[in-house]
């Protein structure tokens, strides 16, 4: 099994940044690709960034592109997401994620391709 522990959120203004954190603990070593959702209210859960562990390629959607970027520190066990240039529809509660087996670039964003889920992290962003 694998527990997942989000940090980092808080609130900001926008044009702000502010970095998440996610750090897994138990069966890491069967986890394949993790990535970051987020859930504004009263919207659907999004994926907003993944990364493949084993080849380091990343993916984005279009709505942070250019502004978020999603990193892992291999020897901590933890991933993170860079969010620079915040916008007040950045606030959400973000979600870290992971999951094994194959990894397909294309469904990097379907929710039903990871296994693991942590509790989530409030980021709000004050225009």
């Known amino acids: 099994h694998v527990q997942l522990v989000e940090s980092g959120g808080g609130s900001v203004q926008a044009g702000g940044s502010l970095r998440l954190s996610c750090a897994a603990s138990g069966k890491t070593y069967s986890i394949d690709y993790m990535a970051w959702f987020r859930q504004a209210p009263g919207r659907e859960r999004e994926g907003i960034a993944a990364?493949?562990?084993?080849?380091?390629?990343?993916y984005y959607a279009d709505s942070v592109k250019g502004r978020f970027t999603i990193s892992q520190d291999n020897a901590v066990n933890t991933v993170y997401l860079q969010m620079n240039s915040l916008k007040a529809e950045d606030t959400a509660v973000y979600y870290c994620a992971a999951g094994n087996g194959k990894f397909y670039g294309g469904n990097w964003s379907w929710q039903d391709r990871y296994n693991y889920w942590g509790q989530g992290t409030q980021v709000t962003v004050s225009s």
């Open positions: 990364v493949y562990i084993g080849g380091g390629k990343t």
